[in-house]
């Protein structure tokens, strides 16, 4: 097969729910109303009753008032049993893809549950919980019409990140199991109730236990299983230091050529010169920086305005901000949900009160305090390298360029070392040649936002230290997955 026939051109992308039509609100409405106040409790499921932790209640980070359920934590005990009883999916490729497929169709059938989850675990928006549902349903079935291939290494540590706590959970595991591998899964501590429930379903489904373990943690379990001997190989997707101590770990305790497929974070630019439309650009910019609260990996951190055009944009810009709705997800009229912890907003409104301290921002708002919630807020800076790290939230930082310093801004973005998404606003197709050819980053979007990715045919994912591919959703994922003789003596 070439790699053009592997985007199975014949199979068709999850549909999900057109939210402007409604009866079908309606029926998500009853859908998830049946799990407005449910209580959901997740432990380990592993082979075996093995040793376990504490247990915590998990708070709605929406809704101080709001409990949704209760975590029964593994320990790095439970990690090694675990990783003892492991055992590779032995059943056929056909047979494999067979059982994601029904995976998919049960997540599909339980979409009420998974957005109220992801409402009251996530502070998702309806408008994310489609995105996220359709995702991790393309994923199951995209990863299943690939089952077929070379064999799989073993067992594989899928390590997920909150954001997408339920495509990005499933697609790692997905992928692995695919392959034919035995996977041992650490969601992200913030978000186990919904990794629990999809691990639920994938057993549900057909997945043998011993092929697929839920090991709910934070940092040790995580720790525990990148230094775990009897680990094949790690997927990991979260923050750029994290993959740095992940891969430090594994060359220290895993066999040497253990792989590690690492999808990490971004400090992504956006380009609008004069010649863009402005009403397009202020949309664009909107949805790139604002949209699930800043709490995308793609989302757009540091925008550059040519210098003719920066007050009238900035003047639409900070309009459209005025009209954004913070408030509960599960509203239809609420445009920002909260971010996902105290720990988390600290840290961005540390930033932001930094900035106010300065004198640079050019925009922000009270907040309502039922829940974490950062208004949405606009900084400005000389550049992108005035940035130190990702600020994971709704704070867009803006700067302006002069039309000969095109290049000069080229070369700020790239020497942050990052490279995941990056926009560019023009209507000169010189221009977007020019800059599409030197910016370096995994995801590249011309007049349109930059978040977001189809699986299958626009795969995702980052280079330098935003991820050392390959691109999730793409026809080369599975490879590293398996093993080959190529590939058995490096990483
Ligand atoms: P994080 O790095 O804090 O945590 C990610 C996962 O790693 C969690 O499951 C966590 O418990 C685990 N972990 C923490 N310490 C560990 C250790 N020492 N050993 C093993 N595992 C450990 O990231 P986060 O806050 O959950 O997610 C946000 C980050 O993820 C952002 O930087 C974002 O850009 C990035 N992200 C990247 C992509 C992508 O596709 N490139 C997608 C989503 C999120």
Not at 120 to 133: H, M, N, S
Not at 285 to 300: D, N
Not at 330 to 343: F, K, M, N, R, Y
Request: charged share 20%; net charge negative; aromatic share 6%.
């Amino acid at each position: 097969t070439t790699g053009l026939d592997l985007f199975q051109p014949e199979r068709v992308n999850s549909q999900g729910f057109d939210l402007r039509h409604r009866p079908t609100l309606a029926s998500i409405d009853t859908a998830r109303d049946a799990f407005a106040t449910h209580q959901w409790h997740a432990a380990p499921l592993t082979i075996g009753d093995l040793p376990h932790g504490a247990s915590d209640a998990v708070r709605n980070p929406a809704d101080f008032a709001d409990t949704v359920g209760q975590v029964t934590w593994a320990t790095p005990e439970t990690v090694t049993r675990a990783a003892q009883g492991a055992e590779r999916w032995g059943a056929t490729p056909a047979e494999r893809a067979r059982i994601l497929n029904r995976a998919a169709d049960l997540y599909e059938a339980h979409y009420g549950e998974f957005f109220a989850l992801l409402h009251r675990e996530a502070g998702k928006l309806l408008l994310d919980c489609v995105a996220e549902l359709r995702e991790a349903v393309d994923f199951l079935r995209y990863y299943a019409a690939h089952a077929e291939g070379a064999e799989a290494r073993g067992t594989f540590a899928c390590i997920s990140p909150w954001n997408f706590p339920l495509a990005i959970f499933t697609g790692q595991i997905a992928a692995a199991l695919a392959a034919g591998n035995a996977v041992l899964a650490k969601p992200a501590e913030q978000t186990t109730l919904i990794a629990h429930r999809a691990v639920q379903l994938l057993h549900e489904a057909g997945v043998p236990r011993a092929a697929l373990q839920l090991l709910p943690g934070a940092g040790d379990v995580g720790g525990a299983l990148t230094s775990c001997p009897a680990v094949d190989g790690v997927a990991f997707t979260g923050s750029t230091e994290t993959a740095q101590i992940i891969h430090r770990a594994m060359a220290a305790n895993l066999a040497p050529g253990a792989p590690l497929i690492a999808e990490t974070g971004g400090l992504n630019a956006m380009i609008v010169d004069s010649t863009a439309l402005p009403e397009q650009a202020v949309q664009a910019i909107v949805e790139s920086a604002f949209q699930s609260a800043g709490q995308r990996c793609s989302a757009l951190r540091c925008l550059y305005v040519q210098e003719d055009i920066a007050d009238s944009l900035t003047e639409m810009l900070t309009g459209a901000m005025d009209a954004l709705v913070m408030g509960d997800p599960w509203q239809i009229t609420s445009d920002l949900g909260p971010v996902i912890d105290a720990e988390a907003r600290a840290g961005i409104v540390a930033h932001i009160q930094q900035a106010q301290a300065e004198g640079r921002v050019l925009r922000t708002y009270p907040t309502p305090d039922t829940g974490f919630y950062v208004a949405p807020t606009l900084i400005r800076v000389q550049g992108i390298g005035d940035m130190q790290r990702e600020i994971f939230g709704p704070v867009l930082h803006l700067a302006t360029f002069k039309s000969h310093e095109l290049d000069k801004v080229i070369d700020a973005i790239n020497a942050t070392g990052y490279g995941l998404t990056f926009g560019l606003m023009t209507r000169i197709d010189d221009r977007v040649q020019h800059v599409t050819e030197r910016v370096h980053a995994g995801n590249i979007y011309v007049n349109r936002n930059q978040i977001g990715a189809i699986v299958g045919s626009q795969p995702f994912g980052g280079e330098g230290l935003s991820g050392t591919g390959p691109k999730a959703g793409g026809p080369l994922y599975l490879d590293r997955f398996r093993q080959h003789p190529a590939a058995q003596t490096g990483s």
